[in-house]
């Protein structure tokens, strides 16, 4: 995917547009690997995913008409990036199915989670989606590396979607924060630390069971969550007008473009 304008809304929806377009779907009927035990805690873990993956994103896209209401290309990629995310519901459903699970309807860190988001406004629930796509992105991608061809079929294709999500955040926090100073900057960043170790925590706590069913321990999974926080952290301080600016005053520098 191109490198875009932080501020070119109309880029993101022409994006999400196009990601709607000829997906690939996975191999339902190949049977997994996993013994009963192992696949039955894996169902439960997918589950729990899948009910974070469900919502609707009813008061999130009102409140965000509201706020956004100068920037409807944003809103409208918005809309998009929630149907994505629904998306992503439906194959962790059908992923459930497959290995015997049930879904669930309600669970304490999915709770946890909406009232966190909705506690501050449209803006603290953009930060704490971001942080539920950073740990999403950490777990499919240590799934992806289990031995069940079709949960990797299936990690694949949501890890492709998350990719562009980080960014299509990043964008929206470069954009939010342009006038602010660099010690409220600051500030925000290490609140947005403390909020993404807590949750990753909480994930640990729910999903212990079936990550270390397949061999994935407290530490690696720690690992991956937040180094793939810092390097977000690192994709929003790039997509910054400084950052930018500093990208181009290193390419006037080398030598390659004296």
Not at 5 to 15: K, Y
Not at 69 to 74: K, L, M, R, S, T
Not at 172 to 196: G, N, P
């Amino acid at each position: 995917m191109a490198v875009m304008d932080p501020n070119d809304s109309t880029a993101w929806l022409d994006h999400f547009e196009r990601n709607r377009q000829h997906r690939t779907e996975p191999d339902w009927h190949r049977p997994t690997p996993f013994p009963a035990p192992v696949a039955a805690r894996l169902a439960r873990s997918l589950a729990h995913f899948q009910l974070g993956e469900s919502g609707e994103g009813a008061t999130l896209l009102a409140d965000a008409r509201q706020v956004w209401a100068d920037d409807p290309d944003y809103v409208a990629a918005l809309v998009l990036f929630v149907a994505e995310e629904q998306e992503h519901a439906r194959l962790l459903e059908q992923q459930v199915v497959r290995l015997g699970g049930t879904l669930v309807t309600t669970h304490w860190t999915h709770r946890w989670f909406r009232r966190t988001r909705r506690a501050l406004g449209v803006r603290f629930e953009i930060q704490t989606l971001l942080v539920a796509e950073i740990i999403g992105t950490a777990y499919y991608r240590l799934l992806r590396s289990t031995g069940d061809a079709v949960l990797r079929q299936m990690c694949e294709i949501m890890l492709r979607d998350e990719a562009p999500h980080l960014r299509f955040h990043a964008d929206r926090v470069v954009i939010e924060q342009l006038r602010w100073s660099k010690l409220w900057r600051a500030l925000w960043t290490v609140q947005f630390r403390c909020l993404l170790r807590a949750a990753v925590t909480a994930a640990w706590i729910d999903h212990r069971p079936a990550l270390r069913a397949i061999g994935i321990d407290r530490r690696l999974f720690t690992t991956e969550a937040r180094n793939e926080g810092r390097s977000w952290l690192l994709r929003r301080a790039a997509a910054s007008p400084a950052g930018r600016t500093g990208r181009r005053s290193s390419r006037r520098l080398s030598p390659r473009h004296s």
